[in-house]
């Protein structure tokens, strides 16, 4: 399994020495590269973090205890713990959901208080140290699918809170599978790279220029919520690209029919093709009910709002909208522009297929389907891989408890259309309208195949 990397002198390089010289020289740097690797796979951390106040953990009268696991339990339905560790067969927060990363599937942990199988046993400052700093009881780095790296934020008595309540809920005895990560990234030790390169640990420091309410909203999206881990653009390295922060990012999710597929997490910064689209009312009534004036929510975002953000106190959802409006501008350049043959093939099919429901002015009707024309923030996307996904596979309708309005169901197109139409179709509404998405080629749409 340790394969060291080598090289082998190319042909044109043996004869000379030139090229002795090269490969000699890339062979140290492999050999150096191999070392490193192979120290840090083993780095734990072993420093203690720091300073707590253990009272913290330890709420006096048993009325006060109560109250705690109560705010512990409003915090993990904002920081959506049970959509990452519960499966939709398995029990409460008994982990085991997979998560498929470019470096190979991760699985979520059990997190009920079984002693054996789950966190029974860690003690508060143990469970702190987890969320503010990625690391477990026995110092192994925690791969950042769990989103530490916004949770670091997360006040020590919001994390208190968190751990009373995770002690109170039913234990469960459940093994989770073993990740399956390709070396090196299966050395949790790497990690301690990774963190030292991308991640500074820290509870949010709340800004004095601005209001309580618009500092309140920055804590729960930036720390708790967690919205950049999907809307932030990530390197190759996996780490969140902190100068285009929720500028838009990818997220590999299930569609409507099953397979995983990218999907892509808008803009949400006050750029002309993200949030400035939507007034404040309009972007918290979406969190709240999973709709405004103009889209319903379907794909990845359905369990952000129905296991999330749908359950938070109206001044918190609120809070959140007026952080959010507030995201200074990232804007990205227009969309290409197409071809009057595409743009013609693209009407075609729209009038075919789409404007009975959508319209052909693109303005929707509550009756009948969303409105396409400036409104909405996934046809606008400069990556328009979740609009694909919507055209290929249909959208995920919200079931009850969402309102659900009693519409045609938009289907799926993979098997009646081509990708030269559903390319042409997806151009023809992103250069329609208003709208500055621009051109989407076949490859995109083969891609999402
Ligand atoms: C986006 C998905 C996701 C969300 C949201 C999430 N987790 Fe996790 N969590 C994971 C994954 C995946 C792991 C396993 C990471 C690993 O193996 O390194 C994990 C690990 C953990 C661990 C470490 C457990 C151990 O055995 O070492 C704790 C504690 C934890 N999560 C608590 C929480 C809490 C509390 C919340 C909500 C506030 C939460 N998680 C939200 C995905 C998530
Ligand atoms: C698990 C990944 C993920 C998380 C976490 C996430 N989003 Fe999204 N979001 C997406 C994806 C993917 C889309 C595009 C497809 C869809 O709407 O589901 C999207 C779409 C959106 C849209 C545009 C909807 C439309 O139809 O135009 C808004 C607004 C939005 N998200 C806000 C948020 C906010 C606010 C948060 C944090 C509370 C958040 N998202 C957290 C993945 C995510
Ligand atoms: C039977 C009516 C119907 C037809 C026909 C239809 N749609 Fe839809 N479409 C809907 C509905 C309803 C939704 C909203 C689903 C949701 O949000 O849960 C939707 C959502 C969408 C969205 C996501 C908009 C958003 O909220 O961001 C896009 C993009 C879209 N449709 C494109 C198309 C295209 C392209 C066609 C033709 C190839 C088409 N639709 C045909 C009903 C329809």
């Known amino acids: 399994m340790l394969a060291v990397p080598f090289v082998r002198p190319s042909e044109n390089m043996v004869s000379t020495q030139q090229g002795f010289a090269r490969s000699r020289s890339l062979l140290l740097v492999a050999a150096v590269i191999f070392f490193i690797v192979a120290v840090a796979a083993f780095l734990r951390a072993d420093d203690a973090g720091p300073d707590v106040d253990e009272e913290i953990f330890n709420p006096g009268s048993s009325a006060d205890r109560e109250a705690q696991v109560e705010r512990g339990k409003y915090l993990a339905l904002a920081g959506n713990c049970a959509s990452c560790h519960t499966t939709g067969s398995g029990e409460f927060m008994a982990g085991g959901l997979a998560f498929d990363t470019p470096f190979g599937t991760v699985y979520s942990t059990n997190i009920t208080p079984d002693a054996e199988t789950g966190i029974g046993t860690w003690t508060g400052r143990q469970f702190l140290d987890s969320m503010r700093r990625g690391v477990r009881p026995n110092g192994e780095h925690l791969y950042p699918v769990f989103p530490y790296t916004a ?56 800004d004095d220029s601005e209001s309580p309410e618009w500092n309140r909203g920055a804590y729960l999206v930036e720390a708790l919520a967690h919205c950049s881990a999907c809307h932030s653009p990530r390197n190759l390295l996996g780490a ?5 922060h929720m500028a838009g990012g990818v997220y590999a999710d299930r569609v409507r029919t099953g397979e995983l597929r990218p999907w892509s997490a808008p803009n949400l910064t006050s750029a002309s093709t993200g949030l400035h689209l939507w007034s404040h009312e309009n972007v918290s009534a979406y969190l709240k009910t999973g709709q405004n004036e103009y889209v319903e929510t379907f794909g990845p975002m359905n369990e952000v709002i129905l296991n999330s953000t749908r359950h938070l106190r109206g ?27 595409v743009l013609g093939m693209g009407r075609t099919v729209y009038n075919l297929h789409c404007g009975t429901c959508h319209l052909p002015t693109g303005l929707g009707d509550v009756e009948s389907a969303p409105r396409l024309a400036r409104a909405s923030l996934v046809v606008q996307e400069s990556n328009p891989a979740s609009m694909i996904n919507v055209i290929l596979y249909g959208p995920e309708l919200p079931q009850p408890p969402f309102p659900t309005r009693r519409r045609k169901p938009m289907e799926e197109f993979q098997y009646l259309l081509t990708d ?30």
């Not at 559903?422 to 151009?427: C, E, G």
């Open 315 to 341: 001044d918190d959802v609120e809070a959140m909208a007026t952080y959010l409006k507030s995201l200074p501008p990232q804007e990205v350049r227009p969309g290409q522009t197409a071809d009057n043959s």
């Open 240 to 244: 969140e690209d902190a100068d285009r």
């Open 151 to 206: 949770f670091t934020k997360v006040t020590d008595e919001d994390i208190a809170a968190l751990f009373a309540y995770f002690k109170s809920i039913p234990a469960i005895r459940m093994t989770v599978p073993d990740n399956d990560l390709a070396f090196p990234f299966s050395q949790r030790g790497l990690m301690s790279i990774w963190k030292a390169m991308f991640f500074d640990a820290g509870v949010y420091q709340p």
């Open 420 to 449: 030269a139409e559903v390319a042409a179709v997806a151009t023809y509404i992103r250069s329609n309208w208003g709208n500055t998405g621009g051109r989407v080629t076949e490859k995109q749409v083969a891609a999402q195949r």
